[in-house]
């Protein structure tokens, strides 16, 4: 409980800051979206549930700061994306930091595609160009926030401890 309560402070922090690092560096034109490599590294870490919690947590944390058109599509791109981070063995990036990294670049493309279908864009190559830019810039920026989550979920219990059991001793008489 208290490694999903951490994580779930850090997703937030991650989504307040979003917004002001979005504005100060751009990349060509494209912004980062931090709730998608936290999402992406909390699934992977936690799981399926886990991953699809967050996704919900942070696409209504994102709703919420842009309250534009397409918040749905937003919401349910983000669910997509830590479900299926969260589908990802867990042995499989154990000691590799470039399985987080492709999955973070593969989950920003998977969910602008979801967010296309279900919310066009008007332009077509410009979207593409954007997405493409997105996706590597936050697979850049899973270098530095998935050792943090992962930091996390080696430091803090992920599940409760079992209550410590009395040893029955014989009584003197």
């Known amino acids: 409980m208290l490694l999903r309560i951490a994580l779930g402070l850090y997703a937030i922090a991650l989504c307040a800051w979003e917004p002001g690092l979005g504005a100060a560096f751009p990349v060509l034109g494209a912004r980062p979206h931090l709730d998608l490599v936290i999402i ?10 886990d991953g699809a919690v967050a996704g919900f947590l942070c696409g209504m944390l994102e709703v919420a700061h842009t309250a534009g058109p397409g918040g749905g599509a937003f919401v349910a791109s983000r669910v997509l994306v830590g479900y299926a981070a969260g589908s990802a063995s867990h042995s499989l990036f154990a000691r590799s930091l470039l399985v987080p990294v492709s999955c973070t670049a593969v989950a920003t493309v998977g969910a602008e595609v979801v967010r296309f279908i279900l919310a066009p864009y008007p332009d077509l190559s410009t979207w593409a160009r954007l997405v493409l830019v ?11 926030i998935h050792p943090v989550a992962a ?16 040893i029955n001793r014989p009584r003197a008489i």
Do not use: C, D, F, K
Request: glycine letters at 8%; a positive charge; charged letters at 15%.
């Open 40 to 49: 992406t590294s909390i699934g992977l870490l936690l799981g399926q549930e």
């Open 134 to 144: 997105q996706s590597i810039y936050n697979g850049a920026l899973a270098v530095v």
């Open 151 to 166: 930091w996390l979920s080696r430091r803090l219990p992920s599940r409760p401890r079992a209550p410590r059991q009395a």
